[in-house]
């Protein structure tokens, strides 16, 4: 079964930082992953999502990146705001029933 | 914003008594997923349909059944509910679900649920 993991669990860092949040995941064979955040009492709102055969995505201050080979990838923030304060989750697919989700990285901007 | 609702958003019942939660979307996407979310173990998917009538079990299934009758619709259901189901309940689509970008999901508002 498919194990994915986010480290750390929470993070604080002062407005301005980039920073680096990560994922790693234990089976190499993966259609896509994709990144997201959550605010509290929230649903998920779709940040990236990075196709098996790409390296990396971008959207504005975001950027992602994805090897699977060694079953990580990193989304990297840069300039962070007090908006960007949320959980950000990574989820993997590996079929089109075969979802799984990190348990996230809770992002805390300090002004 | 993708036109996803729940409903109910949040409800109490109490334990053996059946729950059904909905999920209407707008989008005319063609996958529709049912997932709980729990401390300690994220996001963990129930059920998913891959068109009307079309529907598969997820991770987490036991105790849980649905039903698509309509492209927009995906219901789901408590038959009996218990306290371990108590959790967050969130829908989600996605035009496709086969590796593409067109895979990007879509998440609704959620809905909390309480057994007592």
């Known amino acids: 079964k498919q194990e994915v993991t986010q480290i750390p669990a929470a993070l604080s860092v002062p407005e301005g930082e980039n920073l680096v949040l990560n994922c790693s995941f234990t089976d190499s064979a993966i259609y896509n992953l994709q990144w997201f955040r959550q605010d509290p009492g929230k649903g998920l709102t779709s940040l990236l999502l990075i196709q098996s055969s790409q390296r990396e995505q971008t959207s504005g201050r975001l950027n992602a990146s994805l090897d699977k080979s060694s079953g990580r990838s990193t989304l990297y923030i840069a300039a962070s705001q007090p908006g960007d304060s949320a959980t950000y989750l990574c989820a993997v697919r590996t079929g089109a029933n075969n979802l799984f989700f990190g348990t996230g990285t809770r992002l805390t901007v300090i002004p | ?116």
């Open chain 2, 1 to 116: 914003d993708a036109g996803i609702t729940q409903s109910p958003r949040h409800k109490v019942t109490e334990t053996g008594t059946p729950v059904t939660l909905r999920c209407h979307q707008t989008e005319n996407h063609r996958y529709m997923y049912w997932y709980r979310q729990d401390p300690g173990h994220g996001l963990r998917l129930i059920h998913y349909s891959y068109g009307v009538k079309d529907t598969d079990k997820g991770e987490v299934s036991d105790g849980y059944s649905v039903s698509r009758s309509k492209t927009e619709d995906f219901l789901l259901t408590l038959e009996s509910a218990t306290s371990s189901q108590t959790s967050v309940y969130f829908c989600a689509i996605s035009e496709s679900g086969s590796g593409g970008v067109s895979d990007t999901q879509y998440f609704g508002p959620g809905t909390r649920l309480t057994v007592l």
